[in-house]
């Protein structure tokens, strides 16, 4: 049972409407003499009821991307393009309005939970604190909202477990609680970035089953950002693949599994251990460029078994090239 005082209202949105969309999006970094231009030229769409997962290796500007998103880059980055929130353009949104968005709107998990939990309250006090925030209940009712807000987590025994302290709960459990924190406030999106990564593959699945069962039952919108493509198989609709901070490829998660055509992603695939089918993970050889100092051409062509001359000198652009839509000149006949 939920309170719904406890609830904003707002229409009754539908699984599949747009509720993030970002275009063209370009992130540089001032770094000393040079500039890291860490993302550049991104369209994607996030949607309700769906789990939309940004890939690719560490340094592919993954988090940059949600973290414009959320209007919390550090102050060295300078922003281009657009990115909307159910209609409201964010880029160059004045800090007020992105501050009531992530409170209200937005939620975020982060890779390491036991830096986000304070060690010296038990996880129903930061619960219920977290609903307090943005919300004017009781304590009572705040109290009865984080046994709730447990149970939605699937923490077993949750009344109990409201008064437990972080210390004393595994690193699956804590980060069930992250997740219940960033749903406090039953936001339309919740941010995950690289949720399970610090967890063993066991702990992985059921946190990412918490997720898929979020997504079904409130339909939130879910961002999964992970370096990892064998965690978004189970649990994604739509993949979006990044490479030194372009996308290379994008479709649902089927497509790009099973009739991906980027060399690149089809590196990933060769190498990601499933969560099905457990195995040692094998690096694509060779390492991204430094975004400092990006080559002409495809970014990816250094390191590409199938890189043609032509590859070095034509950047090639996000099109459709059947199942999928994918950034490569030499698949699908040249655009
Ligand atoms: P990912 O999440 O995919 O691992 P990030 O988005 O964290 O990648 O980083 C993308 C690139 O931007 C990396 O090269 C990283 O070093 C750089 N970067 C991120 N934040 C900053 C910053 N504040 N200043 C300079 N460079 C940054
Ligand atoms: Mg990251």
């Known amino acids: 049972m939920t309170d719904d005082r406890l609830r904003p209202q707002h229409h009754e949105p539908r699984n599949g409407d747009v509720i993030v969309s970002v275009r063209d999006l370009s992130v540089r970094f001032a770094a000393g003499n040079s500039t890291v231009h860490a993302v550049r030229g991104v369209d994607l769409d996030i949607r ?14 993954k988090s940059t991307v949600v973290l414009a998103l959320m209007g919390l880059l550090a102050p060295n980055a300078t922003v281009s393009g657009s990115i909307t929130f159910d209609g409201t353009e964010l880029v160059g949104a004045p800090p007020v309005v992105l501050r009531r968005l992530r409170g209200a709107r937005v939620g975020m998990v982060f890779q390491d939970p036991m830096t986000s939990l304070n060690p010296m309250h038990t996880v129903g006090r930061q619960l219920a604190e977290a609903v307090r925030v943005h919300r004017r209940v009781s304590a009572k009712d705040a109290a009865r909202r984080a046994v709730e807000l447990l149970d939605l987590v699937a923490v077993p025994h949750a009344s109990q477990r409201v008064g437990s302290y972080p210390h004393e709960l595994s690193g699956g459990m804590r980060q069930r609680v992250m997740i219940a924190m960033a749903i406090a406030n039953d936001p339309d999106l919740l941010i995950a970035d690289e949720p399970t990564t610090a967890l063993d593959v066991t702990i992985q699945a059921q946190v990412l089953d918490v ?22 198989a189970g649990v994604a609709d739509s993949v979006n693949v990044m490479y030194a901070g372009s996308l290379v490829e994008q479709g649902d998660v089927r497509d790009v599994f099973y009739r991906a055509v980027h060399p690149y992603t089809l590196g990933l695939l060769a190498c990601s251990p499933r969560l099905d089918r457990p195995g040692e993970l094998v690096p694509i050889a060779g390492s991204p460029p430094v975004l400092t100092e990006l080559p002409a051409g495809c970014a990816f062509a250094q390191r590409c078994e199938r890189a043609v001359d032509g590859c070095h000198v034509r950047r090639p652009v996000l099109r459709p090239v059947g199942a999928t839509r994918a950034a490569c000149d030499l698949v699908g006949g040249a655009s």
């Open 211 to 232: 997720l898929e069962r979020l997504r079904d039952e409130r339909r939130l919108a879910i961002a999964l950002v992970t370096h990892d493509l064998g965690v978004v």
């Open 48 to 61: 309700r009821g769906e789990v939309t997962a940004l890939v690719g290796e560490s340094g592919s500007g």
